[in-house]
Structure formats: C-alpha cells, structure tokens
C-alpha cells in the first residue's frame, strides 16, 4: 500500500465509485491502492471493501475538513455528488466546491470528476420549450449543477479529468425504470425519448472506465469524456427485455408533460431530463462514444450483456 499510489474514492459504497474501487482492487499489480471514503464505515458494503485490501476512512462531502484529511497523501480522487439524496441542486453545488477545495489543499495530482451537462448551456432559463425549475435557477435540476461545478475543478487549478456519465441500467433495478405491468398484465418499458437513441451504461462499467482513465494518467487531464455501452431506442431495449424475461415488452414514451406530471419525487427533473437527451440527442450521443468508453474499459458491456447478468434481479410483477 505505502509504495502505491493511492486513490481517494467518494462515494465508494455506491455505485460509480464501487465499481472504481473493484476494478482497482481486482488488479493488484496496478501500482494503485484505494482509500475507500463512505459517510458509514461501518455498513456491509464498506466492509466488504475493507475485506477485499481498501482503506476505509470516514468522509462526508458535505463537510469539507474531513475530505481534506481523507484526501491527505493521496495520489488522485474520483469524485461524485449524491443529488437523489437530498434533491437539492445548492447542497450539491457546495459538495462539489467542498470536493475541489480539498483537492486543491491536498496537491492531488489527478482527479476524475463525475459530471453532466448544464443544459442551460443548450436550453436557456427563457427559453419556453422546457419549463424552468428551481426557483426560476434550473432546467434539469440534477444536470446543472454538476457543469457549472465544473468551474470549481478548473479555478482551482486541480488536474481534472471531466468524465460525462449517462443513463444507468441499473436503474430498472433499483430505481423503478423496470417494465411495469399494465391492466392487460402485459409488460410496459417506460421511456420518453420516442424514437431517439439513448446512451446508456452499466453503472460497475463507469468505475471501471475511471479506472482506465487513472491508468492513462496525465495524458487525460483537462479532457472532458463520455462513456456508454451502447446507444439503444426505446423499442430496441424493450425488445432486449423481451428476450431475456421470456415474455413481450412494448415501449411506450410518453410525453414530456405527462413525465413530468406523475406522482413521484424529481419526476419534473427527470421528465426535463428525458427532453433534453431527445432534444439534443446529436450532441448527447456524440459526446459518449461506445469506442472511447471500450478503450478505457475493455469489459464494457452491451445491453443485452448486462441483462444476461442482471435481468433476473428486475422486480418483474408476476402475471
């Protein structure tokens, strides 16, 4: 570990991180070591870390003074923000300055910077297309305030690597994306881009792509780059689900209005942020290349990959 250098993981119990500290820690030759930062180092999976050859320091991103004592003597930092915890575009504005500060004050010599877009950048405030969120301040709450973020990394002068994530499929398991049953009883895929592609990716092949990017080292600092596992149409992963549940999928995409009108927390950002991936579909697709992403990853995987792994942990209701 002392002859190592070591990478600070935020977020290292969820699921960009932990699949960061995973790639690290299943490549023991690397000349990597990872000091694993979670707000409970006691929980299962901060054990489980530690059990596999991670340090496991208590550090939470709201609380600046610990990141910069878990961040001394480090070589790099991921680091991410946790928006679906709190819902609050300001608590994640003054993580991310929090994250850039320590970095600056522990002379990190790279960090990889989980972020988006800040869609005002394409959609402004005024703009009618899309309605304004926050206050009057947001178009996709979740998007913004990770790249105008970004501008912390930079004025602090911290070597960063921007690294542009995209829809996880993990979501049809953890966050209700899954097919859902209609009065038919047959299964419905809900996705609002209609006929547009939509990049997506295996949350562990996110880790596993900051690992490359750490692996390439100076080289990618101040680049901004995308990851995906493949880009794929509603009607083409409904047709995926089919096959690996045994049973027809359609998709339905409804519209954006309609998104944004149902009854659950963030389904206004969301419906905003659905908008914008159809809306500025060329530029969201151009920016994550499935090619780029397999050179830093060369495990990437496909849909239907991840669903031959994962399909059975899908919360399908039962005919």
């Not at 790279?110 to 297309?129: M, N």
Request: hydrophobic fraction near 40%.
């Amino acid at each position: 570990m002392s002859d190592s250098r070591v990478i600070a993981v935020v977020g290292a119990t969820g699921a960009q991180g932990g699949g960061l500290c995973r790639a690290i820690l299943s490549d023991p030759e690397s000349g990597f070591a990872v000091r694993a930062l979670t707000r409970n180092p006691d929980s299962d999976k901060a054990r489980a870390l530690a059990e596999q050859g991670a340090e496991v320091v208590g550090a939470d991103v709201d609380d600046e003074s610990s990141l910069l004592q878990a961040f001394d003597g480090a070589w790099g930092a991921f680091c991410v923000t946790f928006f679906w915890d709190h819902f609050s575009p300001d608590r994640e504005t003054a993580s991310i300055r929090n994250m850039a500060s320590a970095a600056q004050s522990a002379g990190l010599r790279h960090v990889v910077w989980s972020t988006l877009e800040d869609s005002r950048t394409f959609i402004p405030l005024d703009d009618g297309r899309m309605p304004t969120l926050g206050e009057g301040r947001f178009k996709v709450p979740h998007f913004d305030a990770k790249g105008a973020g970004d501008r912390f990394f930079e004025e602090a002068g911290v070597p960063t690597t921007y690294l542009l994530t995209t829809y996880y499929w993990d979501n049809l398991i953890h966050f209700g994306g899954h097919p859902q049953r209609g009065d038919d009883r047959r299964l419905v895929f809900v996705l609002p881009v209609g006929d547009k592609k939509l990049p997506g990716i295996a949350a562990e092949d996110i880790g596993k792509a900051a690992y490359g990017i750490f692996r390439k080292g100076e080289e990618m600092v101040g680049r901004r780059i995308g990851v995906a596992g493949e880009h794929l149409t509603g009607r083409e992963m409904a047709l995926a689900l089919a096959d690996a549940l045994g049973e027809p999928v359609s998709h339905f995409s409804p519209p954006f209005d309609v998104y944004r009108a149902f009854d659950f927390p963030g389904a206004d950002d969301l419906g905003n942020m659905f908008q914008f991936y159809h809306d500025f579909n060329d530029h969201f697709r151009s920016t994550r290349d499935v090619e780029v992403t397999r050179e830093l990853n060369p495990e990437v995987q496909s849909f239907r990959e991840w669903l031959a792994a994962h399909g059975s942990e899908l919360p399908i209701e039962p005919r």
